[in-house]
């Protein structure tokens, strides 16, 4: 099941252009290879076998499906154990109920009634409904309440996260139970700090000396506080959002210095808000030559004040002539006249960016790309024309390079030209 999780997630991060999503195909592989050693010896595992097999020889996202459908076909016992008494023969005495060991709650969280993600976009200032499933394998005969609560190290005063309190239930174990709290965090969090991290922990009451309870299943919870009104970024909200989530992507998948992923968002942020105000005003109306646009890009780029004084233009590196930098974060410029920009497209000079990125002693560049084709429809959102790719090194070892890529839309047509 964990190797199915990381299909889904390689799947998912293939079909958003995350950065290394083959990561989760490894892992998959991996996990499947593992299993695949443990029952190398065991009799009436070989439908476990040949899901393995499948997962090391899985080459397309078309193939997550099927072996979903496989393993989720082998029927399995439920994990949970019941100690259950029988009556023996001659047995005159009653038996005292004993306390379980170790008690499994098995617990899943869901927020305004969809599930939880990884890091979840919290609303600040603004109540959300937490809703907690849990399934418990056994209940201490002397305990009559299960508490679950939020532990963490973010400060106090910044959250509200509700503590969640079950009174021992009806019938036979294992016990399903379920209650709603109310989530509030109180401050936005700056677009370069780490999501916010909560962990729930159970406990009996009374506290019942010889049992304790595991809690698996969904218990941690991060989070990242955002709200465009109240603290933008670029300017438009989409572009915000569209960040936010290459951020995540990125940490998860290239170590680098706080300093210098500050300067990559810093210069991204300041582009991509360029890409929705062209959308909006159709800043580059005409077709315009590569040296043109660079010229129209750097005067746009000091008149911000995160970029100013700091951006520089034309500085050496890779053995070639970048055209911008800003704090030794590169930043190529393209202008396409004839073709509608894809990724596809933008990829062919992702390779040259990486080289400028390479030789400047860094992990991060951007590739700004102004889409100035004849256009017959209408343009999508910005968000959608911005990208991070991962760049391997040729050797398949050491760490991988980060491009992020920005397309801008120009050359728009007037709107009632697309009028039938």
């Not at 010896?41 to 078309?62: C, K, M």
């Not at 677009?191 to 941690?220: C, I, M």
């Not at 915000?240 to 210095?257: G, K, P, W, Y």
Request: proline share 8%.
């Amino acid at each position: 099941m964990q190797a199915l999780d990381s299909l889904v997630r390689w799947a998912r991060a293939i079909r958003s252009a995350e950065v290394d999503a083959d990561r989760y195909l490894r892992s998959a592989k991996l996990a499947a290879r593992d299993v695949s050693k443990q029952l190398a010896n065991i009799p009436g595992a070989e439908a476990f076998v040949r899901v393995t097999s499948a997962i090391s020889a899985l080459s397309d996202v078309d193939g997550v499906a099927e072996i979903a459908r496989r393993l989720l076909s082998i029927p399995l016992p439920l994990p949970l154990f019941v100690e259950v008494s029988r009556p023996l023969r001659h047995q005159t005495t009653t038996s005292t109920a004993k306390e379980p060991g170790v008690v499994v709650a098995f617990t899943s969280f869901r927020i305004d009634g969809l599930p939880f993600g990884d890091p979840h976009t919290i609303q600040p200032e603004m109540l959300h409904d937490l809703n907690v499933a849990v399934t418990v394998s056994n209940w201490p005969p002397s305990a009559t309440e299960l508490v679950l609560e939020a532990m963490s190290v973010e400060p106090a005063a910044s959250y509200d996260l509700p503590k969640f309190s079950f009174q021992r239930p009806s019938g036979n174990p294992p016990y399903a139970v379920a209650q709603t709290g109310r989530l509030l965090i109180h401050h936005p969090v700056a677009l370069y700090a780490r999501p916010l991290q909560f962990t729930y922990k159970a406990r009996f009451e009374p506290n019942v000396a010889t049992s304790s309870v595991s809690v698996q299943g969904h218990r941690h919870l991060r989070m990242q506080s955002f709200d465009p009104a109240r603290e933008p970024q670029s300017g438009y909200s989409v572009v915000d959002t569209r960040l936010f989530e290459i951020r995540d992507q990125v940490r998860s998948a290239i170590s680098a210095s706080d300093a210098e992923l500050n300067s990559f968002f810093s210069l991204l942020t300041v582009v991509g808000g360029i890409a929705g105000q062209s959308l909006q005003d159709n800043l580059f109306s005409r077709k315009y030559p590569e040296d043109e646009f660079q010229e129209e890009l750097r005067k746009l780029l000091r008149q911000n004040p995160r970029i100013g004084s700091q951006l520089e233009e034309h500085p050496r590196a890779g053995g070639g002539i970048t055209d911008l930098s800003f704090q030794g974060v590169r930043l190529e410029l393209k202008s396409e006249q004839e073709k509608v920009v894809t990724l596809d497209i933008a990829s062919a000079f992702v390779p040259q960016t990486a080289q400028y990125v390479a030789g400047s002693d860094r992990r991060f560049g951007l590739l700004c790309i102004l889409d100035c084709s004849p256009k017959n429809q209408a343009p999508g959102l910005p968000s959608g024309d911005i990208f991070a790719v991962s760049v391997p090194p040729p050797a398949g070892s050491g760490a991988p390079i980060c491009i992020g890529v920005v397309i801008i839309r120009g050359n728009l047509a007037r709107p009632s030209d697309l009028s039938r």
